[in-house]
T-cell receptor, first 114, second 114 residues
């Protein structure tokens, strides 16, 4: 069964600084990896996904994520954080062997201070 | 235009009552999902329908019954509500049930059982 770990409950960063939100995964076969963001009292918004190909995936709002197969990681990054990036970020994974559900991590709260 | 909409947004009810949550998507997708997010923000899939056929049925009490009258709608009926049912319920949709398909989420229905 697939699983996702987001080791940090919260990440604090100053506005303008680079940010990283960590995610590691476990899955049978090749992984399909996703990042979603949830603002307070809102639904989840899709940021980006990795299917195959280039290990660096670019997504919405200036975010990108790097797929590392040897480390089974898919960390979310942004070169310069904005206060408006403060939200809850979820990593999710699906395997490619048969029909599998999308499994979410426990979420990481990002707090960007002015 | 709202892509995935849910009604109601808030639902406060007494234990033992029966309630329904409705979901509609105007994206032309053929696969829809129900997720439950608990108080710790943990997100877990409950059900999924593809072309009105049930394809995922997680370990959910029989009190929860999904119904898909057509590809654009997926409703969730809950019988004999319990305190532990208090959560945020999210509907989502995707084009196809493939592992790489992006799921788009509704704004959520916040259910509080008293």
């Amino acid at each position: 069964a697939q699983s996702v770990a987001q080791p940090e409950d919260q990440v604090n960063v100053a506005e303008g600084n680079p940010l990283t939100v960590k995610c590691t995964y476990s899955v049978s076969g090749n992984p399909y990896l996703f990042w979603y963001v949830q603002y307070p009292n809102r639904g989840l918004q899709f940021l980006l996904k990795y299917i195959t190909g280039d290990n660096l995936v670019k997504g919405s709002y200036g975010f990108e994520a790097e797929f590392n197969k040897s480390q089974t990681s898919f960390h979310l990054k942004k070169p310069s954080a904005l206060v408006s990036d403060s939200a809850l970020y979820f990593c999710a994974v699906r395997g490619n062997t048969g029909f599998q559900k999308l499994v979410f991590g426990t979420g990481t709260r990002l707090l960007v201070s002015p | 235009d709202t892509a995935v909409s849910q009604t109601p947004k808030y639902l406060v009810t007494q234990m033992g009552n029966d309630k329904s949550i409705k979901c509609e998507q105007n994206l032309g997708h053929d696969t829809m999902y129900w997720y439950k997010q608990d108080s710790k923000k943990f997100l877990k899939i409950m059900f999924s329908y593809n072309n009105k056929e049930l394809i995922i049925n997680e370990t959910v009490p029989n009190r929860f019954s999904p119904k898909s009258p057509d590809k654009a709608h997926l409703n969730l009926h809950i019988n004999s509500l319990e305190l532990g049912d208090s959560a945020v319920y999210f509907c989502a949709s995707s084009q196809g049930a493939g592992e790489y398909e992006t799921q788009y989420f509704g704004p959520g229905t916040r259910l509080l059982v008293l």
